[in-house]
């Protein structure tokens, strides 16, 4: 039974128990209210948080919220003006819950069942149109190839279709299941992935100087590294959730964080794969720097991250497009062939188009052209309306994906949503800057258009886990990034 601090101390002032003095307290109310004076003085000294006996422990006032809080006067980002917002919630003189306390009401929490919402109609929307343009176009950028080698037009658009059919699967499977549900199989995504990037580097086979696949038979064929983006964007929401206030420290936040991802793009660059670690490490960073952390901790490690990136980026064939970038029109039948066949199917499509499957640079002039250069075939055929389409849903899709971020209420949620933004988005500008020569080349499929069951399945199993975090979202009172700026003015001004 909770009891009063007041009636505690008077009742060590009058030499009684606390439950006495409860009772006096409770007897002596009307004489207390007309003496007025001294009596009542001495109570309001007594009922300050120094004379306490010992300090009370509460739950965190706002529902759900079941991380420890504290000052986070150096913390950055979304979950820090959280963490901020919540703790001036709080009484003075409350006391946060132990960290023992807080780990079994995490596991309480995830055993209440909840109750979904409707999903965001706009993010499925815009998902299933890049999907059926997509299609499309893989079978009009494709049929030439296909006819020439395979003897059936179809060959990619059927092999395509199969595979966006067992990701729809796989997106409705990822959009039921309670996306906190991940958080216990995280760690056994990153122990599978992890022996696939090392079994990859000896047994994967090798196409243009690339080792990424695994092959099983002639028929089906596997890339790791498109697994490793979504594994890894579930462990690190959980592992950032669980660190908390720790993760703007250096031992337990930042060191061993760019030793996980450290390890990760170390054997994805050994693919000879800079586009996928660069995705990779931009979906880590924007997650890290999301989560709270220290800003000149993070400044120093983006810089040492860069040289090595720009280390990479200056060896072996690397080089060579690094001079095709800065010259796009010489050696246009070496190195430079396949960004000068872009730019010159981009400029043929003029504003509307040569029409669908009218194309002339894939008929044998541009390599790839239903993989990673599907950007150029689009603009072809379909023109600048048409490329101009295709840009806007993904911007259109970074929008829905980063609302869901903000009005997420939980960290581990706000987290997953940012970093599958991330990893798609960024993706997509990967591939369409350099399809238009803005970007030193680097091949990376375009999300849910370019031909490769891989990316397309576990792109749509991400995209059912947006989904399903859409389901759980609620207008909070104060968004969480409005509610940081907030906190910022209230401090300028105090």
Request: proline letters at 4%; glycine letters at 12%; hydrophobic letters at 50%.
């Amino acid at each position: 039974m909770m009891r009063s601090p007041a009636l505690e101390s008077y009742a060590q002032e009058h030499g009684g128990s606390p439950s006495r003095a409860g009772r006096a307290g409770v007897q002596s109310r009307r004489p207390l209210s007309v003496a007025g004076g001294s009596r009542r003085q001495a109570l309001a000294r007594s009922a300050t948080p120094a004379s306490s006996p010992g300090p009370r422990k509460s739950l965190p006032t706002r529902r759900g919220a079941l991380v420890g809080l504290a000052p986070v006067g150096r913390r950055s980002g979304i979950t820090g003006g959280w963490r901020l917002w919540e703790s001036e919630q709080e009484d003075a003189g409350a006391q946060v819950i132990s960290e023992e306390e807080r780990k079994k009401l995490a596991e309480l929490e995830m055993r209440l069942p909840r109750v979904a919402g409707k999903i965001d109609p706009w993010l499925l929307v815009i998902t299933l149109a890049l999907l059926c343009i997509g299609l499309v176009m893989v079978y009009s950028a494709s049929s030439f190839t296909a006819a020439r080698y395979y003897g059936d037009p179809s060959y990619f658009f059927l092999r395509q279709f199969w595979g966006m059919v067992v990701g729809l699967a796989a997106m409705l499977v990822t959009m039921r299941i309670d996306y906190r549900v991940w958080r216990r199989f995280s760690l056994i995504g990153m122990a599978i992935v992890l022996p696939l990037l090392v079994i990859v580097l000896k047994f994967g086979v090798t196409v243009y100087g690339a080792s990424r696949w695994l092959a099983f038979g002639s028929f089906f064929s596997f890339q790791p590294s498109e697994l490793t983006k979504l594994v890894l964007a579930l462990y690190i929401a959980d592992w950032l959730a669980r660190k908390g206030n720790q993760v703007g420290t250096f031992l337990y936040g930042l060191a061993p964080f760019v030793i996980l991802v450290g390890l990760i793009l170390g054997l994805i660059l050994l693919e000879n794969d800079m586009g996928t670690a660069i995705i990779i490490a931009g979906m880590a960073t924007v997650m890290f720097f999301t989560a709270g952390a220290n800003i000149v901790q993070f400044l120093l490690a983006m810089v040492c991250g860069g040289l090595i990136f720009l280390k990479e980026a200056f060896s072996g064939y690397r080089a060579l497009r690094l001079l095709g970038f800065l010259n796009p029109f010489s050696n246009i039948t070496g190195y430079n062939m396949q960004l000068y066949q872009s730019l010159l199917a981009l400029g043929s499509g003029g504003w509307f188009g040569v029409g669908l499957g009218a194309s002339r640079q894939k008929t044998g002039y541009l390599p790839m052209p239903y993989t990673d250069s599907i950007m150029a075939i689009i603009g072809e055929e379909l023109g600048f309306l048409g490329s101009a389409i295709i840009v806007i849903l993904f911007l259109c899709l970074a929008f829905r994906g980063f609302r869901l971020a903000r009005r997420t209420q939980d960290v581990y949620g706000a987290l997953l949503a940012t970093g599958i933004t991330t990893w798609l988005v960024l993706q997509a500008m990967i591939n369409i800057g350099a399809t238009t020569g803005t970007i030193p080349y680097t091949g990376v499929p375009l999300p849910f258009i370019s031909y490769g069951s891989s990316s397309l399945v576990v792109s749509m199993a991400a995209i059912g886990v947006l989904l399903n975090i859409s389901r759980y979202i609620r207008e909070p009172e104060m968004p969480a990034l409005r509610r940081t700026l907030t906190v910022g003015q209230r401090r300028q001004k105090a």
